[in-house]
């Protein structure tokens, strides 16, 4: 028992050591190094980089080794310096006298960069958001876009858009979105006059996010439409622009186009981005539903959404049959599903869809059948319903049949040739387009030596027109000899 008493008492003074690794703030100082060398050499490329080498070090940020930095990059008694601290926690005096003692014999270089302190708000706004520490995070988010309005630098833009995604996100969090609106349009004009496209891209996206959160479709179209358009600079932002529009098309009951952008963005997003390609399929899912289609079982299948999907598979197996009876069982059992992806209100529109796929079927079954039988098949209120949506069914082409109103019955015409019309002709080309278009947008996405194809063509025409200089010199000399 002593011994063990004294094994304790030696190991006691291994537990005072700082709390964080040693490698994360030689990994920061590198990154320092590394905005520091962009910033010098105008490199937006080297920031790129060392925005992902944070991203890799996230999880490892601790209070104590942000605390380190900040104080090693960071001008002594300066106002950066002394805001990011307060909101840090407060180490215990041990472990900052250990801090202090390991980083005595290191020479500390002070950085007067706007990088570098953009750099430090970045970190430090991602460490409160981890600990879930949101009002001190709304707090710094506040006063690092103050910073930015003051800094027009395009080696900066890159370190902005980033704090412009997590400055919305902290009043998301809070509920409080409303009231950055204001803003996010003036640091959206602010971006458009500063040729910042990285950073008008990043704010769009997030005021187009605001209107939706408050079911504002009218003025996120009105702001998309009049928004400067550019080509892309981040997969992810365009990414998120296309699953904006496509809920926006969708809202506008623009299907067709609602479906493109909505399977486009599931596509383009990365692997690794799970639930965003997760919302995707939901609102593509009813989109194709909203349509008239039936996606394959193979979409509810993918990898890590099964579980996500159930719900919309339930309800695209409901569809199909044309059971109303079993879509309202199965719209009320995921209800609180579907009001938290906000998609209840187009499933609300579903039930139109699934009494057509049901009197469409008893079409097929039926040369002629009465509507009290039609109106018991699809379980509607009343006989009155099923004439009137049967009328419907039959002037917008769902159905061949006519409608007897003196019987009171439905006379379903024999059913042709589907080869000897245009639908597989709209269909085959309906694919050609869409693998025409998928070639054309690999083709824009390589990569080639900027004017290599220019400098080659102008070499060629260079030696042409050297060549045909020498042919005219010789025919001119030629004839001069004949004259003399």
Not at 114 to 129: A, G, H, K, N
Not at 453 to 477: N, P, V, W
Request: charged share 25%; net charge positive; with cysteine.
């Amino acid at each position: 028992m002593t011994q063990d008493v004294e094994m304790k008492e030696q190991a006691a003074p291994s537990n005072s050591l700082p709390s964080f690794s040693p490698s994360t703030l030689h990994h920061l100082k590198e990154i320092a190094s590394l905005i520091e060398t962009g910033a010098y050499d105008r490199e937006v490329r080297r920031i790129l980089r060392a925005i992902r080498l944070t991203m890799a070090l996230r999880r490892k940020l601790k209070a104590s080794a942000l605390s380190a930095f900040l104080n090693f990059t960071l001008i002594p008694g300066s106002e950066a310096l002394t805001r990011l601290s307060s909101y840090l926690p407060k180490e215990d005096e041990h472990a900052m006298e250990v801090d202090t003692a390991t980083s005595a014999p290191q020479s500390p270089a002070k950085h007067s960069l706007p990088e570098i302190e953009i750099y430090c708000y970045l970190l430090v706004l991602m460490f409160l958001i981890d600990q879930k520490k949101y009002n001190e995070a709304k707090a710094c988010s506040s006063a690092s876009i103050a910073r930015l309005k003051n800094i027009n630098r395009r080696t900066v833009d890159v370190l902005a858009a980033r704090l412009y995604f997590y400055y919305s996100l902290c009043y998301e969090l809070t509920g409080d979105l409303a009231e950055i609106r204001g803003n996010l349009l003036s640091l959206h004009r602010i971006a458009t006059l500063r040729h910042d496209e990285l950073g008008q891209e990043t704010l769009l996206n997030l005021l187009l996010r605001n209107y939706l959160h408050y079911n504002l479709y009218d003025q996120a179209e009105k702001l998309r439409s009049k928004a400067p358009r550019f080509e892309a600079h981040s997969n992810q932002q365009f990414c998120r622009y296309l699953f904006y529009l496509g809920k926006i098309r969708t809202i506008q009951l623009e299907y067709t186009d609602a479906k493109e952008c909505l399977l486009q963005a599931a596509r383009k997003a990365p692997i690794a981005a799970l639930g965003f390609r997760v919302q995707c399929n939901k609102w593509a899912i009813i989109v194709r539903l909203l349509l008239g289609e039936i996606p394959e079982r193979t979409v509810f299948m993918q990898k890590g959404m099964e579980k996500a999907l159930r719900p919309y598979f339930e309800l695209t197996n409901a569809v199909r049959i044309g059971d109303l009876e079993l879509f309202r069982s199965v719209a009320e059992k995921f209800s609180s599903t579907f009001s938290s992806d906000r998609t209840h209100n187009l499933i609300v529109r579903l039930r139109h869809n699934v009494i057509r796929t049901g009197l469409r079927n008893i079409s097929i079954s039926y040369s002629r059948i009465s509507l009290v039988d039609v109106a018991k098949k699809l379980r509607l209120d009343s006989v009155a319903d099923a004439e009137s949506i049967v009328a419907k069914a039959i002037r917008d082409g769902a159905i061949d049949a006519t409608l007897d109103h003196a019987s009171r019955c439905m006379l379903s015409k024999e059913t042709g040739d589907i080869y000897s019309m245009t639908e597989p002709q709209t269909v085959f080309n309906s694919r050609i387009a869409f693998c025409l278009n998928m070639h054309n947008e690999a083709v824009r996405a390589l990569r080639f030596p900027p004017n290599s194809h220019k400098e080659k063509e102008s070499a060629e025409k260079r030696r042409e027109r050297r060549q045909q200089e020498q042919e005219l010199a010789k025919h001119i000399a030629e004839e001069d000899d004949d004259e003399f």
